[in-house]
């Protein structure tokens, strides 16, 4: 079925394919790279839609690549530029941790929208201290990996999503969703929460601490409840490290952009979509710009 995006594409494409043919040609013979502006894109997900429309236009130059800045710790601890030897200043570390925090949650929000989780499982693992260092976030992380690697070989189908969490003790957790791991033994604790049987994982399975885990019953909100543990103390404390753990088979969204010229007409259209989920706008008064979300709700 086609989607709003699709029928507004097709009064694009007759009249665009023609344009980028002379455009390409141009930046061949001089050498340059593509400049895409786009004020619209469009987001597919497992069970819903998204559209983010930008007031100004966003300006993509394919090709190109912004030189990145190395830094080393010197003994003082701090850290140092290893090209000029200045000292990073708090206001780049704050910058930096800020937008690790942000990729690192479109990564989370991306893959776990994606997915079909029903029928799955969401799991809790606590580390038992007197045989894993739970302070430790490298040997916890592993720890998981090798429980991850192991239910995946006895069961190849097997999708999953887990992320860690700080607790206020500093010692970490893991909570992840899952599905498709029949072999995966589990035990019923006869502990009955919020209405959901809470089961354990065989000890065969994980011996190295404490596990809980519930039946999934939304996708939709399993997903929401996945996104909230990345924290900007977690990325922080994980710096230089592995922050999340993934199945390879998991699906992608996927997305694409076009430049309205019309913008407000098109909100319009969407905003009368029988399958509207919500509308948020966002300004930025500084600069002058509005960024509008809107949510549909996928059909079958």
């Known amino acids: 079925m086609a989607t709003i995006f699709d029928l507004i594409c097709e009064q694009h494409e007759k009249k665009e394919a023609f344009k980028n043919k002379i455009v390409e040609k141009r930046l061949q013979k001089k050498n340059l790279k593509r400049v895409v502006n786009y004020n619209v894109k469009h987001t597919t997900y497992f069970n819903k839609e998204e559209y983010i429309l930008y007031s100004l236009p966003i300006v993509t130059n394919f090709g190109s690549k912004t030189k990145r800045v190395e830094y080393f710790v010197g003994a003082d601890g701090k850290e140092y530029n290893l090209e000029t030897g200045a ?54 992380y592993n720890r998981v990996y090798q429980f991850l690697k192991n239910v995946k070989d006895q069961n190849p189908d097997f999708k999953y999503l887990f992320v860690p969490e700080l607790h206020k003790s500093k010692r970490w957790h893991f909570h992840g969703i899952g599905v498709n791991c029949d072999k995966l033994k589990f035990e019923n604790s006869g502990i009955v929460k919020n209405g959901k049987e809470i089961y354990n994982i065989n000890k065969r399975s994980f011996k190295y601490g404490f596990t809980t885990a519930t039946k999934i019953e939304s996708t939709e909100k399993v997903s929401n409840y996945i996104t909230k543990y990345i924290t900007k103390e977690l990325i922080t404390m994980s710096k230089g490290q592995h922050r999340y753990l993934y199945s390879k088979n998991l699906a992608k969204p996927q997305s694409e952009t076009l430049f309205e010229e019309d913008l407000k007409f098109m909100e319009l259209l969407l905003s009368k979509n029988k399958d509207l989920v919500k509308i948020k706008k966002v300004k930025d008064e500084e600069r002058g710009i509005e960024t509008t979300y809107i949510t549909i709700k996928k059909n079958a």
């Open 87 to 140: 000292v990073r200043t708090d206001e780049s570390i704050e910058k930096s941790a800020v937008s690790s925090l942000k990729r690192t949650q479109k990564k989370i929000y991306e893959y776990a929208f994606a997915n079909d989780w029903s029928g799955g499982w969401f799991f809790t693992i606590t580390f038992d201290p007197e045989q894993v260092d739970s302070f430790n976030y490298e040997e916890c």
